[in-house]
């Protein structure tokens, strides 16, 4: 299986070799004809993605996990747009970052350029295979693609389409390769490709991110889980933390920025409360709460600090009362896993110590924490949110896959 793994990391070098040079032009285009092409192959991808979907219920894997996994038309249609959303995005490779004459006539200048190549190791969700191949492939890289065994069917499927594109296109195929997940030695074969591979991303739950880090022999950038809190201020609009709390919650449970945790100051909790607990039992979420939870409801579980750590990925939230935005940051400096933390207040001092005093990738001031999205947030499709604080953090678009280098140009210039 290494011989097998450093092969492919071999071809994807010469491949990122081509991507380098390649114009924007071309890699639009190629862009747009892998768009086009994983449209008109919906029923192919459709039908694979059926067969790991039916082996995954076989296996008794939770039906929270089957959703990230599933394809339909839509899903197909929405990824597919987005790939011609990063055709449409400027290009970063070639973006002088910075640059200027210096005293002695040298002139510098710092350019973006391509990273090389770039190893995904991801679990479920086979969206994640056509965004971080168009990612990678704009931003001039060629990428090697280790997904789940639970989806092996259905980013074959993806990956052939667009390696057919992307050839028909006239760039290299093997810009975008997969690499087996039927062997778990791959995964390991991919991170200690040192001298092969540039960087390796790990995409997927707290274990295979913590195996990334402590194995790899490869520069990584930490794509953290989500333990996402919601805090609800006494200055709060609560109507909207309502609606906040709720499209945090529910809008889609098993992704990353879904809440996790819900904190209300004691000076809204009377009031709160009881339309909170009403609106998350109405969408069957179930509440793990402290005295102030459980006193308005029976069906409110003991809340224990595993469950405020916890990354539910399901319908359920920890919850509880905080008696000063204080008490809150406490709160979340402990608990956060610092993926995305919101507040709801109408106060611009109160909004103003959250943004200053949460360490977080990403914070919202009344809006979901839902927002934590390359899409949303006009990156075209994302390749994953660092929560780490080197090279990238928050949602990895284009300009976080490059890396820079120097020119200087003089004159006959000796030192």
Do not use: W
């Not at 449409?88 to 970052?97: F, S």
């Not at 594109?165 to 093997?174: I, R």
């Not at 029976?298 to 916890?310: F, G, L, N, R, S």
């Not at 490059?402 to 140009?409: D, H, N």
């Amino acid at each position: 299986m290494k011989d097998q793994v450093h092969a492919a990391a071999r071809r994807a070098r010469l491949a990122a070799g081509s991507l380098a040079v390649a114009t924007r032009a071309d890699k639009d285009a190629a862009l747009r004809d892998i768009a086009d092409a994983l449209v008109a192959g919906t029923d192919a991808l459709v039908a694979a993605n059926a067969i790991d979907v039916d082996m995954a219920r076989s296996a008794g894997t939770s039906e929270n996990v089957i959703d990230r996994l599933r394809l339909d038309t839509a899903r197909v249609a929405a990824f597919a747009d987005g790939v011609r959303d990063i055709a449409g995005l400027p290009d970063p490779v070639g973006e002088v970052v910075r640059g200027s004459t210096l005293p002695n006539g040298l002139r510098m200048q710092q350019i973006r350029v391509p990273m090389g190549v770039i190893g995904m190791i991801y679990e479920g969700r086979p969206n994640v295979t056509a965004d971080a191949a168009a990612i990678c492939l704009k931003a001039g890289s060629a990428v090697l693609l280790r997904g789940s065994s639970s989806a092996a069917r259905s980013n074959a499927a993806i990956i052939q389409i667009m390696r057919g594109a992307l050839e028909a296109a006239g760039l290299p195929a093997d810009a975008i390769q997969q690499i087996p997940a039927d062997d778990r030695s791959s995964a390991t074969h991919l991170m200690q490709a040192r001298g092969l591979v540039d960087l390796v991303i790990p995409r997927g739950g707290a274990g295979l991110i913590r195996a990334v880090v402590e194995e790899s022999t490869v520069p990584v950038i930490e794509t953290g889980v989500g333990n996402c809190h919601v805090y609800v201020d006494a200055d709060a609009d609560l109507d909207m933390a309502l609606d906040i709390v709720l499209n945090s919650k529910t809008h889609r449970t098993s992704v990353c920025n879904a809440a996790e945790s819900l904190l209300v100051h004691r000076a809204v909790a009377d009031v709160f409360l009881p339309r909170v607990i009403k609106a998350l039992h109405a969408a069957d979420v179930t509440i793990h709460g402290d005295e102030a939870f459980r006193a308005l409801d029976a069906a409110v579980v003991p809340v224990t600090d595993e469950d405020h750590a916890t990354e539910y990925l399901s319908l359920d939230i920890s919850a509880r009362v905080v008696e000063s935005i204080d008490d809150a940051l406490e709160h979340i400096r402990r608990f956060s896993s610092g993926h995305t933390e919101a507040i709801v207040t109408s106060s611009l001092a109160a909004s103003s110590r959250f943004t200053s005093g949460v360490d977080a990738a990403a914070i919202m001031v009344n809006a979901s924490t839902r927002f934590t999205d390359g899409g949303e947030l006009g990156f075209g499709a994302e390749i994953g949110i660092s929560t780490q604080k080197l090279h990238a953090r928050g949602p990895m678009g284009l300009t976080e896959m490059t890396t820079t280098k120097y020119v200087v140009v003089g004159d006959g210039h000796v030192r």
